[in-house]
């Protein structure tokens, strides 16, 4: 088991960057990846960005050069720096852990919202 816990949400005017961060309550290293996902009212949830064990990142085609996911290895920290933000953007960011079996677990969001 693990608990995650998302923060760094907010309001933010079009054009301008947040970060978020997510903190594992055990090592993130014993995970085959962490992500960040997010929904939007009356949409599923959807992925926004992965980083593999190994470090290889993979990121949906609307945040690409847009969004950067990274983590901090040893502070068991996830994090997900969000530049030149949309309103489109607007929706709660769900950090998550997948298992190597395929578990998922995942934190109690975060809210975006892109407005001017």
């Known amino acids: 088991q693990v608990q995650l816990v998302e923060s760094g949400g907010g309001l933010v005017q079009p054009g301008g960057s947040l970060r978020l961060s997510c903190a594992a309550s055990?090592?993130?290293?014993?995970?085959?990846?962490m992500g960040w996902y997010r929904q939007a009212p009356g949409k599923q949830r959807e992925l926004v960005a992965t980083?593999?064990?190994?470090?290889?990142?993979n990121y949906a085609d609307s945040v690409k050069d847009r969004f950067t996911i990274s983590r901090d290895i040893a502070k068991n920290m996830g994090y997900l720096q969000m530049n030149s933000l949309k309103p489109e953007d607007t929706a709660i960011y769900y950090c998550?852990?997948?298992?190597?079996?395929?578990?998922?677990?995942w934190g109690q969001g975060t809210q975006v919202t892109v407005s001017s």
């Open positions: 980083i593999r064990s190994g470090g290889s990142t």
């Open positions: 998550n852990l997948r298992s190597w079996s395929a578990n998922d677990y």
């Open positions: 055990r090592s993130i290293l014993s995970f085959y990846a």
